[in-house]
């Protein structure tokens, strides 16, 4: 049974119902919606095609929205292919002068001469060779076809924007007036942008969603461990980070990433090019397949497939492959094991799991709130966490952690009962019986107590 959860991107390669219902039937958990492109009729459509496929299917499905947060991006204009050495002017789409047009004159007043910037994740850099108030001439230094709307970085450097844009909060509006289960919040650099969208979700009424904290740029590295405590999950974007750092020393700021999620107990996503040849293959590459194996020992939660869903030609067989990747490499790979001294209460959840690998016992749970199986996920048993849940809310938000198997069966007067119930409905599915031993555990409704028991099924 896979462990690690499969979060996919929509957009126009999967805006069909046929092929969403066949990627959550392949195995996808979870669904991205990315505010940065597309608009509301075009995002409930999605929501209305993932409820659809994933109610028929009887899986559950959990739904994120993506914003866009404060970028700065290319304006509007014909793609144009640009070579190497060529000279360029950029500038304010709102001046007058000839060029390629950029969204936001923050940027013409944080460059300088020298500054190397990125473009479209990378495709495309240039070299700022001259600077005036509303315009740059640059030279390019790698070429390709560029495109409009695509995301602008100075390489080393961050742009002084606030946290969130009118966009994003109107784009919050539409998302409270729907069921989405987590929101990630792009480019945050410190705590107090969690507790901002935090805030600006509950003004809306939404107070109960999920942030997952996206790492994108040295600030947010930098402030990994506040942003863990203050953040309900962390995803690793690779995509910007890798254009502030040197590519060379971005497997040690992922492998910093983690380990910061991992010792808070908290989510952890890995993003960007999981297997991006797959954009134009029906197949990963091999170093794609071995960089799963090397993300699990670190321990992540689940991947984040971008591209390679929402616009690449292979969307189902994206899922099909991942999931058997993953299935193949928890039968080798044990993650590491992290430090939990500071958080005295997940000691029970560890004793949950190290009696469970030992003895090879199931686990059960009943989630009062997320807290007991989050804390179980945390450790990375070997095998599933069975987690009965009261709502479809709570089970949408415990289907992210790794290993959480979540099965709706309603609100119970105390957690003995939601035990019970767990535990009958895996009887009834044939998932657990005579014979076997279970580790059942739970928190108090009052969350001042846990329970823990050790049984054999009679």
Known sequence: MRLLKIIATVGPSNYD?????????????????????????????????INKASNELGITVTKIADLEGPRVRLGNFDPIKIQQGQNLVLKYENSKVDGIPIDNRVFFSSIEQGDKVLIDDGKVSVEIETVEKDSAEVRVIEGDVLEPRKGVVIAGKEFDMPPITDKDVNDMKFIASKDFDYVMVSFVRNSKHIDIIRETLKKQGADNIGLLAKIETPSGVKNIDEISESADGIVV??????????????????????????????????????????????????????????????????????????????????????????????????????????????????????????????????????????????????????????????????????????????????????????????????????????????????????????????
């Open 17 to 49: 119902y046929n092929v969403i219902r066949k990627m959550i039937a392949t195995g996808t958990d979870a669904f991205r919606i990315n505010m940065s492109h597309g608009d509301q009729k075009q995002w409930e459509d999605f929501i209305n095609l």
């Open 237 to 458: 974007a690779r995509g910007d980070l890798g254009m502030h750092f040197p590519l060379e020393v971005l497997p040690m700021i992922q492998k910093r990433i983690i380990e910061s999620a991992r010792k808070k107990l908290k989510p952890v996503i890995l993003a960007t090019e999981i297997f991006m040849s797959m954009v134009e293959r029906p197949v990963p590459s091999r170093g794609e397949i071995s960089d799963v194996y090397k993300a699990l020992e670190e321990g992540v939660d689940g991947f984040l497939v971008t591209s390679e869903t929402s616009i690449g030609k292979y969307p189902v067989q994206v899922i099909i492959w991942l999931s058997r990747v993953i299935q193949e490499a928890q039968k080798h790979i044990i993650p590491n094991k992290i430090d939990i001294s500071d958080i005295s209460e997940a000691k029970i959840a560890k004793g949950v799991v190290d009696l469970a690998n030992d003895i090879g016992a199931e686990i059960l749970s009943y989630a009062t709130t997320i807290d007991m199986s989050r804390l179980i996920s945390g450790f990375r048993p070997s095998k599933p966490i069975y987690t009965g849940a009261p709502s479809e809310s709570i089970a949408k938000k415990l289907n992210i952690f790794w290993g959480v198997k979540p099965i709706i069966v309603g609100l119970s007067n105390n957690e003995e009962e939601g035990l019970n119930l767990t535990e009958n409905y895996l009887k009834k599915e044939g998932i657990i019986g005579t014979g076997d031993t279970v580790i059942e555990a739970a928190r108090s409704i009052d969350q001042n107590s846990f329970i823990v028991k050790v049984k054999q099924l009679l």
